[in-house]
């Protein structure tokens, strides 16, 4: 079992910054790729941005492409969401997952965290 905790969430206001960070506990080495999805109000959860553990490769989302940022901190087992550029569209609950096949979907990942909120106002 892989356990993840995301912390960082809070309210800011547009045009701001916000960093997350996803730590990870248990068998990791079970899962080679991290990720962030997140779930806006009244819409499914969606794919945000993903890095291979061993190569920090990235893939990011069409909408979050070029404002955010994902890396990860092996030694810390940590993967860190780096947010610019806040748009009240950005307002979600933001989860951490890992897995071992880096994708889009939801069925990638075998493990989640409960989730951090990120409010951003006009």
């Not at 997350?20 to 969606?46: D, H, I, K, N, Y």
């Not at 940022?69 to 997952?97: F, H």
């Not at 939801?106 to 990120?118: E, F, L, P």
């Amino acid at each position: 079992q892989v356990q993840l905790v995301e912390s960082g969430g809070g309210l800011v206001q547009a045009g701001g910054s916000l960093r997350l960070s996803c730590a990870a506990s248990g068998r990791t080495f079970s899962s080679s790729v991290m990720a962030w999805f997140r779930q806006r109000p009244g819409r499914e959860r969606e794919f945000a941005a993903a890095v291979r553990i061993s190569s920090g490769s990235t893939v990011y989302a069409d909408s979050v492409k070029g404002r955010f940022t994902i890396s990860r901190d092996n030694a810390n087992r940590t993967v860190r969401l780096q947010m610019s550029g806040l748009k009240p569209e950005d307002t979600a609950v933001y989860y951490c997952a890992a897995g071992r096949y880096i994708g889009y979907y939801k069925s990638n990942y075998d493990y989640w965290g409960q989730g951090t909120q990120v409010t951003v106002s006009s």
